[in-house]
């Protein structure tokens, strides 16, 4: 298992499509969390909208950092990791390596295993990026707004931390389940930005005026990742300065549970397949 963990991250590691998601990631956080915020805060320094300019700069300074690095992970962010999981399973499909790496040895398990734990390491460190990136950014605004550098309580960062893992995780591991179940990326792709772009939005605005689609949002992953984000602080949807993505339907709690759930499930499934399939 090990080495198969080991492998798997030299692979991901190695890949062209990594390093490119890890960048426009990054670029993406730092446009809207910083750069937007800035220019909206310069834009109506004076007149009515100055609260809103405040507002906006206040999330974009370092004692928010720990809302800001993760509000945007339950929509780009997460897009972004579902299809770095369908890349690490859905293209051993197409270039026919799964055929060639199951029958030099390696148990199912063991393989898939593998991958999943490297993806789950990887997302760490991406998350871990994007707090140095961002925390760097926040004493840059901070600097040329003359405004207080005043960080975060460490268990206040650690807990963004773990809420921004909890999230890419388990939109990774959604497009894990996704690339094995259909042995492939394109189709995988299109299914798995569908539904974190489209459909859960669609649900999400009925929700407010039909009962029954309000119950079956509470437990979507998109609207869980939104809440958990929101619990920490994370502006919501719709008001002022507010983050597409991020709701206020569910408890921290509630999200935190619901989002663990959907990560083993995404998984649990992904080794049911490939363990009960032939792959030849």
């Known amino acids: 298992m090990n080495a198969s963990v080991v492998a798997e991250f030299m692979k991901l590691v190695k890949r062209p499509a990594t390093w490119l998601i890890a960048v426009v990631w990054m670029l993406l956080t730092l446009v809207f969390g910083y750069v937007f915020p800035y220019f909206s805060y310069r834009g109506t320094s004076t007149g009515p909208g100055e609260p809103v300019g405040e507002q906006a700069l206040s999330g974009a300074l370092p004692a928010e950092l720990a809302s800001t690095a993760i509000q945007g992970m339950p929509l780009f962010a997460g897009a972004l990791a579902l299809l770095l999981g369908v890349l690490a399973t859905g293209s051993e499909y197409g ?7 199951l029958t030099q040895g390696p148990r199912r398990l063991s393989v898939l295993g593998g991958k999943l734990v ?5 997302m760490l460190a991406i998350v871990l990026a994007t707090f140095v990136v961002d925390g760097a950014a926040s004493v840059v605004v901070a600097s040329i707004t003359d405004s207080p550098v005043n960080w975060p309580p460490f268990g206040e960062l650690a807990r963004g ?3 921004g893992w909890l ?12 690339g094995t179940m259909l042995r492939g990326t394109a189709l995988a792709v ?7 772009l489209a459909i859960e939005n669609l649900v999400r605005a009925f929700g407010s005026v039909v009962d029954f689609v ?12 939104g809440s958990l984000v929101a619990a920490l602080g994370g502006s919501a949807q719709g008001q002022p300065g507010g983050t597409p993505g991020v709701t206020e339907v569910v408890s921290g709690t509630h999200a935190a549970v619901v989002l663990g759930a959907y990560l083993i499930a995404f998984a649990v499934l992904a080794c049911v397949l490939l363990r ?4 030849l």
């Open 118 to 122: 490297a993806l789950a390491v990887l």
């Open 161 to 163: 931390v773990g809420a």
């Open 167 to 178: 999230i890419v995780v388990m939109w990774c591991f959604g497009g894990a389940f996704l």
């Open 95 to 101: 270039w026919d390596t799964v055929k060639v790496l």
């Open 190 to 196: 299109d299914v798995g930005l569908v539904w974190a």
């Open 276 to 279: 009960r399939r032939d792959v």
């Open 214 to 225: 309000d119950v079956v949002q509470r437990y979507l992953p998109g609207t869980n990742a």
